[in-house]
């Protein structure tokens, strides 16, 4: 994706990690491993929070996934919740190690989308074309266009999972992490 290829090559950030790490997480989801899968999201997570940017395609199969099987249904819901939460906490861990203050590590990402008061930051996206725009407006009525993009994949990816093969979902997933970030403002 062109935010992987620019984080990567250009600020040597972990990129290749939790891109590694989404595409295990879709690996054990295509193999009906539903746990597995959740706790490869979450390590995802803890390299870059950009890993949510998958969420509207690979949230609807998790949940296809967790009512398919009604036997394994509660171990897959309370299985998924720890393991996000323990991915959140494993990625605040060494913020806390290094005496961060505790009510300061919970707000480390919240804290994060304050930093930049422009609509694009160098990211190949529809908000680079308008460099200029009206900040106040266009940053939350972008975000809530990105919300809306999000939704319109999730229904779609929800609705139509019981026809879709591996392969077709997984341009979908890809397809997804390409959209989202180009949709959404504040990249």
């Known amino acids: ?12 950030q972990f990129d290749a990690w939790y ?7 879709a690996a054990a989801l295509f193999r009906e491993k539903l746990c597995l899968s959740v706790f490869f999201f979450a390590i995802s997570f ?11 395609a690979l949230g609807p199969l998790w949940v296809v996934e967790v009512f398919k099987n009604r036997k394994d249904r509660t171990l897959a819901i309370v299985a998924g919740i720890g393991m996000a939460l323990f991915g959140y906490a494993f990625a605040l861990f060494p913020a806390w190690t290094q005496a ?22 160098n990211a190949p996206n529809v908000w680079s074309i308008f460099p200029n725009a009206d900040y106040g407006f266009w940053a939350p009525t972008g975000i809530v266009i990105g919300a809306i993009v999000s939704l319109i994949i999730a229904t779609g990816v929800f609705l139509k999972k019981g026809r879709w093969g591996s392969s077709l979902m997984l341009d979908v997933l890809i397809f997804t992490a390409i959209l989202i970030p180009f949709a959404l403002p504040k990249m």
Do not use: C, D
């Not at 994706?1 to 040597?12: C, I, K, R, Y």
């Not at 891109?19 to 997480?25: D, G, N």
């Not at 505790?102 to 930051?121: A, D, P």
């Open 1 to 12: 994706t062109p935010t992987l290829v620019l984080n990567s090559a250009w600020w040597g």
């Open 19 to 25: 891109a590694a790490f989404l595409l295990f997480s």
């Open 46 to 56: 803890t390299f870059k929070a950009q890993a949510v940017f998958i969420l509207p």
């Open 100 to 121: 961060f203050p505790l009510n300061g590590v919970f707000e480390i990402y919240g804290g994060q989308t304050n930093t930049f008061h422009r609509l694009s930051m």
